[in-house]
Every structure is written in structure tokens, then in C-alpha cells.
């Protein structure tokens, strides 16, 4: 996935809790904004997760992004 694309969800208006979909097949909730950043050169992302551990993720190894949203307007 590019950058720009994880950034849409980042930065949606109003924001919507998601779901990271990686190519090991881990999903990796966000349920906030404050659970994530993405590197000044976007080529990864810091997610915490609520028992206050991290996942750095490489933005190229997600497959797909799914938020309720996103869920609703597939149906």
C-alpha cells in the first residue's frame, strides 16, 4: 500500500477506528489517532496498541485497510 493512502485514513474527517491488514496475515486494530504515526519519509508506521506495547510496520507489507466505513460502503 503507499503512504498516501494509509495517510487518508490517518487524516479522515471524521476519523473511523481501522483495521491494518498485513501480508504475515495480522490484522492490527487503530482504534484512536493518537495510536498512530507514519515516519517523516512514510515508509513506516508506529502503531500502540492499548496495553501500551508497539508494532513498527513496513506501509509496503499492508494489504489492505478496512474501516466500518469502508465495510458499509462494499455492501
Known sequence: ???????????????????????????????HPDFISITRAGRTLLVTTVDEDFEMIDVFLILSIKSKASQKSAK
Open 1 to 31: 500500500m503507499s503512504p498516501d493512502a494509509v495517510k487518508k485514513f490517518m487524516h479522515a474527517t471524521p476519523w473511523q477506528p481501522f483495521t491494518l491488514h498485513l501480508a504475515d496475515g495480522r490484522k492490527i486494530h487503530v482504534p
